[in-house]
Structure formats: C-alpha cells, structure tokens
C-alpha cells in the first residue's frame, strides 16, 4: 500500500504531508444542502449569504464605520503611519506649520491683479475694495513662502548627527506647508505630509514623497504623529489650524508633558500683533518662563541657527559636528 493510498495501520512512524493543499474528499460543509432533501433551502442559503452579518468583519465597510468600533480604528490610523514611518528609520522630524492660504509670490501677485481688473471694470465696490486689501496683505506675507520653502532646502541637506535621521514633516497642505515640502524635495530628502480627511475634496502638496503622504481622519492621531518624533516646531504666520498646533505643543512644553522642543515663530510683526503674550504674564495667566518657549525668526537662516543652537545648549546636537 503506498502512502499515498494511506496506511491504517501500525506500520507508519508518523504522519505524512498532504500531496497538496487540497483534500481529496470534500468536506460536508463544502457543498450547500442539496436541493432534493429541502427544496427552500436555496433561497433560505441566498439570504445568509447576503446578510451584513455573514460578511467577514474585516470586510464588513458599515461594521467599521461604527461607533463601537472607533477604538480600533484609532488604534489603526496610528499604527500606520508608525509602520510607514519606522520603516524609513525616521527618527527626528523638523515640523513646519502655517497658512495654506499665501501662496507663492507669483501666485499671490496673479490673484492681485485679477482682483485689481475686476475693481477698475465696475468702478469699485466695498465688498471689493476689501478683498483688494486683502490680496495686498496676502502678497506682502508671500514672501514667507520662498523662507519655508528655502527653510525645506536647509533641512533637506543636513547632515545629521550620529543616530539620527531627521525628515520634514507638514500637514501636507498647499502655502507655507507647501514650500517647505517642496525646500526638502528640492533637495532631494524624503519629505513627510500629514494631510486632514475634510469634508470637501482636496489634495496634498505635489512635493511630499509618495510613500511618506497620509491621509489621516482623526485630527487627534495627526496631532500625535505631528509631536512624536518632533525635534522642532516652526510656525509660520497662519489662522486657526495653525494657532491650533502652536498652543497644542507649548501646552504639552509647557506641562512637560512632553520633552522641550525649539518652537520658532517666523515674522515676528505678525505674531506680535496676533498674540499679545506679555499680556498674558501681565494678567498672571501665564508664568514669566512661558513666554520664553519659542523664539522668532525672520529668515531660514535664522531659524537654522536657533534651533541648532537650542539643541546644542541641551546637550543633544542635531547636525554631525
């Protein structure tokens, strides 16, 4: 008797492998109820099969879309970029923030000019006037664009210290975000955009690197990817989104909640006029320490060379000496 045929009795040691991944009887489940023992049971089959229910839970798109299920799906939205990211060896991350609404110089003197045709051909208007001013304060800031962007090209050709591999990180977005992925991508540096799933289509930065680009939907797990691996925060003149990073991480300074980070404000004049923080000592709603957290800047340079300096009077240097 060959094995094959399969030996019943005592004189076989040990179990052999199967020739293939098939069996060669089906098992009773493989096959549905024949129709000849329950006419109904066909229909009855059809259903089963076609219930949410029976669906694998991983294929299961309204299970997971769930409230029940929103723990796990954190726990993944986390676990992904962190896979990504680690993979890379990417230790450090310089963070940048600001608006995406200031676009480049160029950009930002066509919208001008569109508005300034539009103004001359009805004679002008209120309403018009003031998205004029607008377009003016929006080029005056442009310049911060080729900053971030020229900021991106110095972190993008650091040579960092032993142990360390340190990559720019945005929030993927168009402005300031922008320029500052596109410094690194000029230089040839892996860049990293952590874009926001918003309700309205939209599209990252086409200078993130491919397989360093996210697209998260918890503000919550961006926010922590945003810290994690941050050896510095710049932040360029921005609204809400961008208030929003900056008090999120002198809080978390602030608190030692986290280990301190050089955080660099960029135009100094505009965060002055947004954010009176002598105020906020004056009023004792705030310690004196606070308002010493960050630094301002008003060229790449500069920021360089205060969060180089920073780094180095923690006894923890970046760059390779």
């Given amino acids: 008797m060959s ?8 004189n076989r040691k040990g179990p052999l492998p199967p020739p293939d991944k098939r069996r060669r009887e089906p098992l009773p489940d493989e096959q549905p109820k024949p129709l000849e023992d329950d006419p109904e049971a066909a229909a009855r089959l059809e259903r089963i099969l076609a219930s949410p229910t029976y669906l694998p839970a991983t294929e299961d798109a309204a299970f997971l879309q769930s409230d029940a299920v929103r723990g796990q799906r954190l726990g993944i939205e986390y676990l992904k970029p962190e896979l990504a990211l680690a993979a890379h060896g990417v230790t450090d991350t310089v963070v940048v923030f600001g608006s995406s609404r200031i676009p480049e110089p160029a950009a930002a003197r066509r919208e001008l000019a569109q508005l300034e045709r539009e103004r001359e051909k009805s004679g002008g ?3 018009l006037e003031k998205r004029v001013a607008i377009a003016e304060r929006v080029l005056d800031k442009s310049r911060f664009y ?5 900021f991106g090209h110095i972190v993008g050709s650091a040579e960092w210290a032993p142990g360390r591999r340190v990559s720019l990180m ?4 168009p402005g300031m975000m922008e320029a500052a992925n596109r410094g690194a991508y000029d230089a040839g540096a892996d860049t990293i955009g952590l874009n ?14 491919p397989d360093l680009s996210f697209r998260m939907h918890y503000f919550a797990i961006r926010k922590l990817h945003l810290v994690k691996r941050a050896c510095a925060l710049v932040v360029f003149p921005g609204g809400y989104g961008t208030l929003d990073e900056l008090f999120e991480t002198l809080t978390l300074v602030q608190t030692r909640t986290i280990e301190p980070i050089p955080v660099v404000l960029v135009g100094e004049g505009y965060w002055r006029r947004v954010i009176d923080f002598q105020f906020l000592v004056d009023e004792g709603v705030i310690d004196p320490e606070d308002a010493e957290l960050f630094g301002f800047a008003e060229t790449a ?9 920073w780094h180095e009077a923690a006894g923890r240097p970046l760059v390779r000496a």
């Avoid at 289509?201 to 690197?209: A, C, D, L, R, T």
């Avoid at 340079?301 to 300096?309: A, D």
């Fill in 125 to 127: 208007s209120g309403e």
């Fill in 301 to 309: 340079e500069e920021i360089w060379r205060l969060i180089l300096e």
């Fill in 146 to 150: 080729d900053v971030a962007r020229r």
């Fill in 170 to 173: 945005t929030g993927g977005g």
């Fill in 3 to 10: 094995a094959e045929e399969g030996d019943t009795g005592g």
């Fill in 196 to 209: 926001i799933e918003l309700p309205y289509e939209q599209f990252p930065n086409p200078y993130v690197s």
